[in-house]
Each structure stands twice: as structure tokens, then as C-alpha cells.
């Protein structure tokens, strides 16, 4: 935390500083406060070691990090108070679907390009220009997710359980949907207020219908607690859980020998290696932020990259980067980012597991190309 | 047997949801006023032990004392900041400022420890009892046995002791506890304490199991309310029955139904209780004028 | 301090200048962003004006307010995004909806007293959560509902920035005017009257239910409209709208602005909103920088902004009214109450036993009875805050048994409390409470509770503060409340408690002189020199049962009552 207001106060100083580079603005809109505050300052770690890192020559690129909280309301008033300032090319922001849904009319009238991480499959379907998702969507990661449960475990009974807010009910739909094309029954569904206690009530009914696979879509508590629950029940069937299971700050609250044989869907998983940039991309992040990196970090710091790159290239206008986006290739360290025309930039997936020896899981299978569409 | 299962979870859920109460009854008696901050305290309870656990290796058991004595502290700043100043005001003002402090707590907690989800360590171990195929983490075991011997430990030093005698005496009436000669401002500011003290216990119990997030007080302290207005406002014995009966739904109910239902029969039955027997479960000594 | 200009030295003349500042600020330099945040301040002021009116006035914390407010927010949420439906449409809708809901659980929970009406409201407004969540097809579920179309009607729309701004502000200035004007006149009085004190409400005739119901279902349409506007402002409507912290900061606003009143809502909103803006550059702190302001605004003005305003600029006296004597009414001779049989059980415990006792014009009755034997229960029962357990009570030939309070205050019973307590503010006001349901304005209520109060002899106490005043005091305005009911029938609960002698003979004077216009007058007293001489009749109670009654050297003498009331020694 230190480091990072001391990293703050180091770009108030360049900004400030030599006047003949032309400073423009990036600010960074997510939620630190609130229910959603992991993965929200993942996102501004993430967008922060970006800036931070190489600078496009002959442009200083400040931000200002800025809570949305988690209402629509504070996130338009975050967002109307970036843009009156400076020049502002592109905006990092917030992975809460309903903040976004709420930002994207204004950034349409004020033409500034929205670089988030959210996963709710709507915020790319309002025809809205502006918007570029750097993670894919919950249709994308939910392909992933059921065809890895059917496809490579060969299950045909699959049990969802999803947490009742934005980010478990849009996956819950997309799973349901996805599961049907794949022929798989979803014997059972049922879903888990953030707040519950207990959860050995929704595994003991999810297990009464002999279901073969236990799919999970739940935030990072709930789902530490739910696996630590099932391994103390002695749960033989195999569990297969959304992306929070890949944020460390999930493993960190398990025994490892509580996760053997649980696999997760995810963009990436960065403390897993796999190349030398993601190495060090995983140890400056540490290094930086004193915590682990999760996809949310590596999503937002990969279109932040890619921000940084137009300008380099010359963008120095909103629109010159919302068209470099929208037309453009990036190669990032989780993958390849090329927008499908409404501003979906990944298309990639993979499946950790854990082996019960260790908090890091191995990427055991990756998905390319989705298009996260049934037909 | 699933039945005893799910019967033994809801008892220690409940017995840790009493502890939470329990501090905002004693505050209530003590003052009158609604200590809105007695979730965040837990939660701040919990991430405590969460944060000491790594710099003192030791079972959960040798580290409640120093949890319960750093959480009195810090219901003693709580007393002297948001009660104290505003002592002769109504009511709602403290409702308001213990709000206030809430929010610091909320936001102290994830600038000071980050955002994460933390586990405390458990009390004796983590491991799990078979008992005839019934599943009992120790844990369980150790929140009952620890909340049964805070509740039975205040029962007592209410009961028995001079300072008991004192604290009860302001919690009647303060003015004629007054002028008894009891030190009035002592004991209210030693109720806090103890208040915190619990949420501390309660805190600490909670996140071994459940872990705890800078943002889990909003969910505690609704539980709490519940729980004191089910059992009748102020009464000790009500509170734990009021919060004993929402782990019932928690576990129980939504074992037959799903989870959200369960919440919203408990809002439900909160509400019938409410319009068929307005004075609680256990009654409010309450008369009115005239 | 000089009053270089006079109507700008009262609070209303400061807010006045503020607003106009501010309106010329928004109107002249705000930024897009600072437009916006007065905006979400003028949405939460509506809503909080509405707060003001059940919690300010009417003294009921009701924990709904959010929950109406996001009803509001979910209907026009609704009804524009997926029926594309215009704002004309989408915003009575929101009003009736909180509207009708508030009626259909005001009705069963009013009645509970504060906590539980708290937790009440409260537990609604989760299930109205819980609703939203996982009702995904009406509701959107946890995502909520894009594409909400702004205010739109006949033809005109309302881009956002300053015309958006306006619009909310010139709703918040019509609600506010609206709600000042409600608050200063009978309604609000005789809501402040059920919060301070709902029996004595109720003994002064005031239906203090359908008075909290009332204020209830106008908080419920404030709440709507702001839900309403809140939506057009963000253009989405997500569960957010309906969680807990929507309702807190409502509840803050209302106090740290000042209690129960307009400008209150409206500075707390414009100074809460504003707040956390002023730390934004503190990043992650500023939430808890912003706790550690309201704690000192809390502390250091405990009644609000309006209330600091109050004490820097006093208001100007209020000009006196003086008094005028109602027209007096022709008053039947002969029985005007008849209690028989009555009976009330608290447990086991019987209270009062079968009483039966009958009052009349003109004659002063006195109830005597060692402590416990049920005179003040029986006082209860006959103004009708207990309901007896059986017999009968006949007012003027009618039978009243089991009548509401407010109902028989109006049907001519009036009392005075052993307490005797007045709530805070002037002892003027708190007789002026007595005359609100009679008198058409409350200039004819001063003047009538000025007369009320010239009758007993404290007209100089008018403009004391009534809470303030020594028992003694207390009990004679508590007197002339009682007669500004102009009542058939008069129950005085020891009216004589703590006088001395002096004040004794004045208030037996007084109370003669009140027998004498025709009125049943029942004294309940302990002091037998004051009592006796005063009384045509005395009923002694023992156990809840009638032990003896008569003229007053009889019941005196009987050796039943003298053993279990008066002892052996001589009064």
C-alpha cells in the first residue's frame, strides 16, 4: 500500500515535471471499497504496473485512481470527474457489470474508450463503440468451463451452484446454456447469497442429486469455504470451479491438500509461469504490491499495455486509440487480443488444477478461439 | 443423520452469532443506544487474529487473550469517541456516530490489511471429529464450548459480582446509579469494552471457519438486530434464542429450501413475529406511562 | 451583532442566500462533474425531505425509506428500459407503488413500538432486496437493467448536465416547499405531537395511528420520486438502489442536516455528497477520512446543520396571539358518564373489578384508594388507553366501552397524567396541541390555548419551554391542556401532588370553577384536606373493587376504608 502512494506521488512528480512531454491521462475507475474490492484493486495493480512500466517516448501518461465503489451512481460520478481533467485517451475501468452498464452511455457522448475486465456478457452487447473487454466473457470462460467438465472429465451431471450477485447469475445463464448444447443435465442448481455461513445445506441437496461433477460459480470466500466444507465431508465427486478459485487469495485460505483435484476455469493464471515474461511480470507484481497476481490483474494490465502501445504508435486522441483497439492485434502475456467487432478482446480460456501439494495450480488445458456463441 | 449434521452446524453458527449479539445487548442495556458498529468490530476482531496469527505461531486458544484485550481497547476509543461526546443527546446521534465509526473500521481494516479474504488461525486444531459418521470440526466444537463459557462468564460476573451489581445498576437507570455512588461513565465505558471484547471472541471464532472480509460487519450487525429484537430488545437470554433461530433458518431451512427462500422466511417469520407478538419472544419489560 | 439587513440574519433568510449562491454557482461555473454530484444530492435531498416527514415529525424510524426509494428506481427502471415507457407514465408509477405498498404494511406495522417498527421496515426491505435479486426475469437480478431512457415528456427532453440538474432541483424545491409547508401547519403538529408524545396524542384526540400512517405513505411517495429520479440520472437500475447503505445515508442526511426538518434534508445532502468528493485524492483513506467527518460532525453539532444555524441566528420571537375565549357550549345536567361493572386483568392480577360508578355535571368526584387499588388503571380504562376486560361505559347515553383514546378525547373525555410531562418547546405549543382537531387554523388554536391557559393562571408561562418547567408548573399547563378540549368530562390523575398549600387552595379554586361550567370532574388524590372540601362525592377503591362510596364525611368515616386507606391517623 505504501509503495503504491509512494508510486502515486512519483507520477504527480513526472506529470508535473518536464513541460515539453505532452502528458495524457489514463485513470483508473475501479472498486476499491466494497464487496468487490479484491478483485477491483487487482484491477488497479494490474492497469498501475502497466503505466508504471515503459512510458511511449515523448508522452508522459498520468493517472488517478479513483474508488467507484460499488453503485452505478458513484461510477458515472467517477467517471465525470476523470473527464474533466486533462486529456483523457482511455479509461480503465470497472470490472462490476452494473458500473459498467451505467459508464457506457457517457463514455459514448464523451467518445473515451473504456478498458475493463468485466466479464458480464451485456456490456459488449448495447452496440456501444467504446467499450473493450481485456477478460474474456462469462460466455466465453462458461465454454470453457462446460466443455472441460464434458468433454475432458466426461461428465453428463453436472450440479451449478453460483453466487446471487451479477458476476454468479451471468455465469449461471451462460452455463445453463452452454451444458444444454453440450447435451450435459444439470441435475441440480441452486444459488448462495455472498453472505451465507454455512454451506454444507446447499452441498448436502447438490449431493442428494447424484450429480457427477460439482460446478461452481462463486466469488473467492464462498468458494474456499465451500471446497474446505467438501473436504471435510469426504466429497468424492469431482469439482470444477469458476474463476475465483485461480485468485491465490482463494488458495492462501485452503490446505492444499483441501484443493487436490479441484480445477477452475480462468484467463490465465499468472502465478503458474509458463513464460519468462509472465515471470516477471508475476515477480514486479509482487514486488510492487507485496501480493499475489490473479488474471483480473494480468487482463487489465495486458489492455493497458495495449493502450500504451497506440499511443506509442502515435495515438494521441481518445478516438485514435478507441481505433487502434478496435482495429488492432496485441500480443499479451495471457494471450492474443483482437476485438470480434464489439469490443471483445479475449477469446481464450484455460483450466488450472491443483494437485494437493501446493497452492499453485498447473494449467493443464487451454482453450483458444471461443466465440463463446451456441449457435 | 444429515439432520444432526446440519442440528450441530446450526448450534455453532449460532453460538457465534450469540457472541455477536451479546455485545450489542450489553452496549443497548448499558446506554440505551444502538451500537451500529458491533458487526465492524467483529470483522475487525476477526482480521486481528487473522493479522497476529502469522507473527505469533501459536493455537487460536493462546491468542483469543491478546484478541479480547486489544479489541477492549479499542472499545474503550469506541465509548470515548462516539458514546461519551454524545451521552445526553437522543439516541439516534449514537446510532449515527457508531455508523461512523463503522465505516472507518470498514475502510481502516482493507487500507491497513488489503481486501483480501483472511482465515484465523483455529482455536485448538483444524482438524475434524468422526463421531459415529457425524462430521464435527473441532472448531465447532470449540465455538460452543467458548461461547458457552463467555455468556455463562457474564451471567455470572452480572450476577455475583460488585462490578456486575455496578454495570446493572447503570444499565437501569443511570441517574439513580448515580446517585448510589456508582461511577457511571466507568462502567459504561467498561461495557464497551467488554462489547468489543466480544466481538473480538466472536470475530475471531468466526473467521477460522467462514473467514472474514473487510466488508462482512454489514451482514453481522443486521444478524445481531434480529436476533435482540427476536428475543425481546435487551434481554440476554433472548438474544442468544434470537440468534440460535437464524442459524436455524441458515442452516436448517435452507437445507430444505434454497438459500435466498431461506432468507426470505426468516424475514418473513421476523415480520409475523413482529406483528403477533410485538414484544419478542421473551418479552420486554417495558410499561408505560401513566 | 448588527443587523445590517435584517431578513438575512434569520436561519430562513441565510438558506435563502445559500441556495441562491448556489444556484447561481451551478447555474454559472459547475463542471459536468460537479452538476452531477449536485444532482445525486438533489435525488438523496427528496428522499430524505420524505424521511423527515415520518422520522423528523412523525418520530417513527422507519428503516423503508430505501426500500422505496428503490421501488421507485426498479419501476421506472422497469417500465422504461424494457417497455420503453415515457417518464409522464414511469413516474406516477413510481410515486403509487411505494405509495400502495406503504398502506399495506403500514396498517400491521405502525402499531410497533420503535425498534421493532424499526426492524419491521427493515426486514421489508430485505425481502424487497431479496426480491430484485432473484427475480431475474422481471428485475434483471443481480445485473440490473440497462438503458434506461432519461426524463423525457411531450416532446422535450432533459439532456443530462444542468437541465438534468434543474429538473431534479426544481422536484427537490417543489417536494420541500410542499413538505415546509405540511410541517409548519396542523398535520405537522400534531405529527410532532405523536412523536414526542403518542398517549398524550391520543388523549388530546389526535389518531395517532392513522397520523403515522399518513406520514408513513407521503415518505413512501418522496422516496419514489427520488427513486425515480435516481434512475434517470444513472441510467441503470441495479439491487444497489435497495441496499442498506441507500437507507443509512438517507438516515445521515436527516441527522447530520438537522431533525425534522426541510432545510435539513436539503443541506445534509448537498454537505454528505459533497464529502467524500473532497477526499477523493486520499484514494482508498477517503472512506475512512469521511467517517471520521461525520463522527465530528455528529459530535459537534448534535442538531444538525440547521440546528448550529438556529443557535448562530436565533429566529425572531414569535409574534404573541392574544387570547380569545371559545364559545362556550350549552352542557346537559344530570349523569354524563356511567361505568359499570368495568373489569381489567393485568396477568393474573386483577387490576380493576367490577367497578361501577357514575359522574355528573357540575359535581366534582374525588377517587381515593391505597397505591395499587386501581385508580389509575381505572382512569385508563374510562379515557381509553386500556381496553377493559368487561362492563360498560356510557358517555352521554352512548356506550363508548372499548373506544380508542383519540375517539373518546373527541367525544368529550379529557385527563391529565400522575407524570404530568410536557413535551420540549413552548408550553404554548403544547396546549395549542389540545385544540388541533378543532379549530380550523393555528392562529385560532393559539388563541383558544391562550385562553386555556388564562383560565388556570399561567398565561405568562406561554412561552417557556414546557420540559423545562418545575412539576408544579407542569401539572397546571397539563390542566389547561385539558381544558382547551372544552370536555364533558374530566379526569385528573393527583393533580396535587408536590403543590404547597397555597397552591393547593388556588388549583381547588380552579377546578371548582371548572365544575361549575358544567363539567363531570374526577380528582384522583391522596391529600384528604385538599380533596374532601373540594369533592361533591367520593368512591374509595381497594383491590381493584369498589370498597365504599358517598358524600365525602361518610366514605371518611367508614371503618372499612379507614382500615385499609386512611390509617388511624388523622389525615
Known amino acids: 500500500m505504501r509503495r503504491s502512494l509512494a508510486f502515486l506521488l512519483l507520477t504527480g512528480i513526472i506529470s508535473a515535471g518536464p513541460a515539453r512531454a505532452e502528458t495524457l491521462n489514463m485513470p483508473v475507475l475501479v472498486p476499491l471499497t466494497g464487496f468487490l474490492s479484491l478483485e477491483g484493486t487487482s484491477q488497479r495493480n494490474g492497469a498501475v504496473l502497466a503505466l508504471r512500466g515503459a512510458q511511449p517516448p515523448g508522452v508522459t501518461v498520468a493517472t488517478d485512481v479513483v474508488d467507484t465503489g460499488t453503485s452505478p451512481e458513484a461510477a458515472v460520478t467517477a467517471l465525470e470527474r476523470a473527464l474533466g481533467r486533462g486529456t483523457t485517451v482511455a479509461v480503465a475501468a470497472s470490472m462490476l457489470g452494473t458500473q459498467m452498464l451505467a459508464m457506457l452511455p457517457l463514455a459514448a457522448d464523451y467518445k473515451v474508450p473504456l478498458v475493463t475486465v468485466s466479464g458480464t456478457a451485456s456490456i459488449t452487447e448495447q452496440g456501444n463503440p467504446w467499450v473493450f473487454r481485456f477478460f474474456p466473457g462469462d460466455a466465453v470462460t462458461k465454454e470453457a468451463h462446460a466443455r472441460y467438465v464434458v468433454e475432458e472429465l466426461g461428465k453428463r451431471r453436472p450440479a451449478v451452484i453460483y453466487q446471487t450477485t451479477a458476476y454468479g447469475q451471468s455465469g449461471r445463464a451462460h452455463l445453463a446454456e452452454r451444458f444444454r448444447a453440450l447435451g450435459a443435465e444439470v441435475v441440480y442448481e441452486e444459488g448462495v447469497d455472498p453472505a451465507a455461513r454455512d454451506l454444507l445445506p446447499v452441498l448436502s441437496k447438490a449431493l442428494a442429486a447424484r450429480p457427477d461433477v460439482l460446478v461452481l460459480h462463486l466469488h473467492s470466500g464462498p468458494t474456499a469455504l465451500f471446497l474446505r466444507q467438501a473436504a471435510a465431508h469426504g466429497v468424492e465427486v469431482p469439482i470444477v470451479a469458476g474463476s475465483a478459485m485461480h485468485q491465490p487469495s482463494t488458495a492462501a485460505l485452503l490446505d492444499p491438500a483441501e484443493m487436490k483435484g479441484v480445477c477452475a476455469e480462468t484467463a490465465a493464471s499468472p502465478v503458474s509461469g509458463g513464460s519468462p515474461e509472465m515471470d516477471r511480470f508475476t515477480a514486479d507484481y509482487r514486488a510492487a504490491f507485496g501480493t499475489e497476481p490473479d488474471a483480473f490483474a494480468l487482463g487489465q494490465y495486458d489492455g493497458t499495455r495495449m493502450v500504451l502501445d497506440a499511443i506509442a504508435r502515435g495515438a494521441r486522441t481518445a478516438e485514435a486509440v478507441r481505433a487502434a483497439l478496435a482495429d488492432g492485434t496485441h500480443e499479451g502475456l495471457a494471450m492474443t487480443y483482437r476485438s470480434d467487432g464489439t469490443g471483445n478482446m479475449a477469446h481464450s480460456a484455460v483450466i488450472v488444477c491443483y494437485d494437493g501439494t501446493s497452492r499453485v495450480p498447473q494449467v493443464v488445458r487451454r482453450y483458444d478461439a471461443l466465440s463463446g456463441s451456441t449457435r | 443423520m444429515l439432520a444432526l449434521q446440519l442440528l450441530l452446524n446450526g448450534i455453532a453458527l449460532g453460538a457465534a452469532y450469540a457472541l455477536v449479539a451479546l455485545g450489542f445487548v450489553l452496549v443497548l442495556n448499558a446506554t440505551g443506544a444502538v451500537n451500529f458498529a458491533q458487526g465492524d468490530l467483529v470483522m475487525a476482531g476477526g482480521i486481528l487474529a487473522a493479522a497476529l496469527a502469522p507473527l505469533l505461531p501459536v493455537p487460536g486458544l493462546l491468542l483469543l487473550p491478546l484478541v479480547l484485550a486489544l479489541m477492549a481497547g479499542l472499545g474503550l476509543l469506541l465509548s470515548l469517541a462516539a458514546y461519551l461526546p454524545l451521552r445526553h443527546r437522543p439516541p439516534v446521534a449514537v446510532f449515527i456516530s457508531t455508523i461512523a465509526v463503522g465505516i472507518m473500521l470498514q475502510n481502516g481494516v482493507t487500507v491497513l490489511f488489503g481486501p483480501e479474504p483472511r482465515a484465523a488461525p483455529p482455536l485448538l486444531g483444524g482438524g475434524t471429529l468422526d463421531l459415529a459418521g457425524l462430521v464435527v470440526p473441532e472448531q465447532s466444537l470449540a465455538i460452543v464450548a467458548v461461547a458457552a463459557l463467555l455468556i ?69 450487525i443486521l444478524k445481531a438486530y434480529i436476533a435482540v429484537t427476536i428475543g425481546g430488545w435487551g434481554s440476554v437470554p433472548g438474544a442468544v434464542a434470537g440468534a440460535l433461530l437464524i442459524a436455524l433458518f441458515e442452516v436448517g431451512v435452507s437445507s430444505v429450501l434454497s438459500y435466498p427462500v431461506a432468507l426470505g422466511a426468516l424475514y418473513v417469520t421476523l415480520l409475523a413475529i413482529l406483528v403477533f407478538r410485538p414484544q419478542g419472544l421473551f418479552g420486554e419489560v417495558a410499561r408505560r406511562r401513566a | ?215 408513513f405513505t407521503v415518505s413512501a411517495l418522496y422516496g419514489g420520486a427520488a427513486g425515480a429520479l435516481a434512475v434517470h440520472t444513472q441510467r441503470v437500475v441495479s439491487p444497489e438502489v435497495l441496499e442498506f447503505p441507500v437507507m443509512v445515508s438517507v438516515l445521515t442526511i436527516a ?103 357514575s359522574l355528573e355535571a357540575g359535581r366534582v368526584t374525588g377517587l381515593i384508594g391505597p397505591n395499587g387499588s386501581g385508580k389509575t388503571t381505572l382512569i385508563n380504562l374510562v379515557s381509553g388507553l386500556e381496553r377493559p376486560d368487561g ?3 356510557v358517555l352521554n347515553g352512548r356506550e363508548v366501552t372499548g373506544w380508542r383514546a383519540d375517539r373518546l378525547a373527541r367525544a368529550g373525555i379529557a385527563r391529565t397524567f400522575q407524570t404530568a410531562s410536557l413535551p420540549a418547546g413552548t408550553v404554548l405549543d403544547a396546549v395549542t396541541a389540545a385544540r388541533l382537531d378543532r379549530d380550523g387554523s393555528i392562529a385560532a388554536a393559539q388563541a383558544h390555548a391562550g385562553h386555556a391557559l388564562e383560565r388556570v393562571g399561567a398565561l405568562h408561562l406561554g412561552p417557556r419551554d414546557g420540559a423545562a418547567l418545575p412539576a408544579a408548573l407542569r ?20 393533580p396535587a401532588a408536590g403543590l404547597t398549600d397555597d397552591e393547593k387552595a388556588d388549583l381547588a379554586a380552579r377546578i371548582a370553577a371548572v365544575a361549575a361550567g358544567g363539567v363531570a ?24 373493587r369498589v370498597l365504599a362510596q358517598g358524600a365525602p364525611a361518610a366514605v371518611a368515616a367508614d371503618p372499612a376504608v379507614i382500615a385499609a386507606y386512611l390509617g388511624d391517623a388523622p389525615s
Not at chain 2, 153 to 163: A, K, M
Not at chain 3, 310 to 319: D, G, K, Q, Y
Not at chain 3, 487 to 493: F, M, N, Q, R
Request: proline letters at 6%; one cysteine or more; aromatic letters at 8%.
Open chain 2, 152 to 220: 455463562g462468564g457474564q451471567q455470572w460476573v452480572f450476577g455475583r459480582t460488585q462490578l456486575g451489581r455496578r454495570l446493572r445498576a447503570t444499565a437501569q437507570d443511570p441517574e439513580m446509579a448515580r446517585a448510589c455512588g456508582v461511577p457511571v461513565t466507568a462502567m459504561v465505558m467498561a461495557t464497551f469494552a467488554l462489547a468489543a471484547a466480544y466481538a473480538g471472541a466472536a470475530g475471531l471464532l468466526l473467521a477460522n471457519q467462514f473467514f472474514v472480509t473487510p466488508t462482512a460487519g454489514g451482514d453481522l
Open chain 3, 1 to 215: 451583532m448588527p443587523r445590517l439587513l435584517p431578513h438575512v440574519s434569520s436561519p430562513g433568510g441565510v438558506l435563502a442566500v445559500a441556495g441562491a449562491a448556489l444556484l447561481a454557482y451551478a447555474a454559472l461555473y459547475a463542471s459536468p462533474y460537479e452538476l452531477r454530484v449536485l444532482t445525486v444530492a438533489g435525488v438523496y435531498a427528496l428522499a430524505a425531505i420524505g424521511f423527515q416527514i415520518v422520522f423528523g415529525l412523525a418520530g417513527a424510524l422507519s428503516l423503508a425509506q430505501g426500500a422505496f426509494f428503490g421501488i421507485g428506481a426498479y419501476v421506472t427502471g422497469i417500465l422504461g428500459s424494457r417497455y420503453g415507457l415515457p417518464f409522464p407514465v414511469t413516474f406516477p408509477l413510481s410515486l403509487l407503488l411505494p405509495f400502495v405498498l406503504a398502506v399495506l404494511v403500514g396498517l400491521p406495522v405502525l402499531r410497533l413500538e420503535s425498534h421493532y417498527f424499526a426492524l419491521a421496515t427493515l426486514g421489508i426491505a430485505q425481502v424487497v432486496l431479496l426480491l430484485a435479486v432473484n427475480l431475474p426475469d422481471l428485475t434483471g437480478g443481480a445485473n440490473g437493467l440497462a438503458g434506461v431512457p432519461g426524463i423525457a415528456a411531450f416532446g422535450v427532453e432533459v439532456p443530462r448536465g444542468r437541465p438534468l440538474a434543474a429538473a431534479v432541483w426544481a422536484a427537490v424545491a417543489a417536494g420541500g416547499l410542499l413538505a415546509w409547508w405540511m410541517a409548519r401547519g396542523r398535520w405537522g403538529r400534531a405529527l410532532t405531537l405523536v412523536r414526542d408524545d403518542p398517549l398524550a396524542a391520543a388523549t388530546l384526540g389526535l389518531d395517532v395511528g392513522r397520523l403515522r400512517l399518513a406520514a
Open chain 3, 255 to 357: 441527522i447530520v442536516g438537522g431533525r425534522g426538518r426541510v432545510a435539513g434534508a436539503i443541506l445534509g445532502a448537498v454537505l454528505l455528497l459533497h464529502l467524500p468528493e473532497w477526499f477523493r485524492f486520499l484514494e482508498q483513506s477517503y472512506l475512512v477520512v469521511y467517517g471520521a467527518a461525520l463522527l465530528l460532525a455528529i459530535v459537534v453539532a448534535p442538531y444538525g446543520l440547521t440546528g448550529v444555524l438556529e443557535r448562530l441566528l436565533p429566529p425572531p420571537a414569535a409574534v404573541p396571539v392574544p387570547p380569545r375565549a371559545w364559545a362556550e357550549r350549552e352542557r346537559p345536567a344530570g349523569t354524563v358518564l356511567c361505568v359499570e361493572g368495568l373489569s381489567k386483568a393485568f396477568g393474573g392480577v386483577r387490576a380493576v373489578d367490577g367497578v361501577t360508578l
Open chain 3, 391 to 393: 362492563g360498560r361505559v
Open chain 3, 475 to 494: 401539572r397546571r399547563v397539563e390542566l389547561a391542556r385539558a381544558l382547551a378540549r372544552e370536555p364533558a368530562v374530566l379526569l385528573l390523575d393527583e
Open chain 3, 521 to 544: 370532574v374526577l380528582v384522583v388524590e391522596h391529600d384528604m384536606d385538599f380533596l374532601l372540601p373540594l369533592v361533591d362525592r367520593v368512591v374509595c377503591l381497594d383491590g381493584g
